[in-house]
């Protein structure tokens, strides 16, 4: 399985941005789609945005229009970047890999899990 890292958490103050980065290993990371979740304190896991292999990307609304998603295959590293950041983007923020769709829903649990980073918006 491709072994993944994120980095580029910290803490901005609202309406700032942020740049979380998700290094793969592995040759293969090119066929993945990469997913980026969260989970605040006392919430569920969030699907946050994916991005296939041919450079399709999706959205959750809570985040749209706000954050997007990128990749560089050539690099094995995804990107999220992530504009008018709120308090309510308060989480760590876990890339995923290798997971894979059942009726059009991406599933992560066959997939690979970055250790996570913290991402932390207050004044």
């Known amino acids: 399985q491709v072994q993944l890292a994120e980095s580029g958490g910290g803490l901005v103050q609202p309406g700032g941005s942020l740049r979380l980065s998700c290094a793969a290993s592995?040759?293969?990371?090119?066929?993945?789609?990469i997913a980026w979740y969260r989970q605040a304190p006392g919430k569920q896991r969030e699907l946050v945005a994916t991005?296939?292999?041919?450079?399709?990307?999706n959205y959750a609304d809570s985040v749209k229009g706000r954050f997007t998603s990128s990749r560089d295959n050539a690099k094995t590293t995804a990107y999220l970047q992530m504009n008018s950041l709120k308090p309510e983007d308060t989480a760590v923020y876990y890339c995923?890999?290798?997971?894979?769709?059942?009726?059009?829903?991406?599933?992560?649990?066959?997939?690979?899990w970055g250790q996570g980073t913290q991402v932390t918006v207050s004044s």
């Open positions: 991005i296939t292999d041919g450079g399709t990307t």
């Open positions: 995923n890999a290798g997971g894979r769709y059942y009726s059009g829903a991406y599933s992560p649990d066959s997939g690979s």
């Open positions: 592995g040759t293969i990371f090119r066929l993945y789609t």
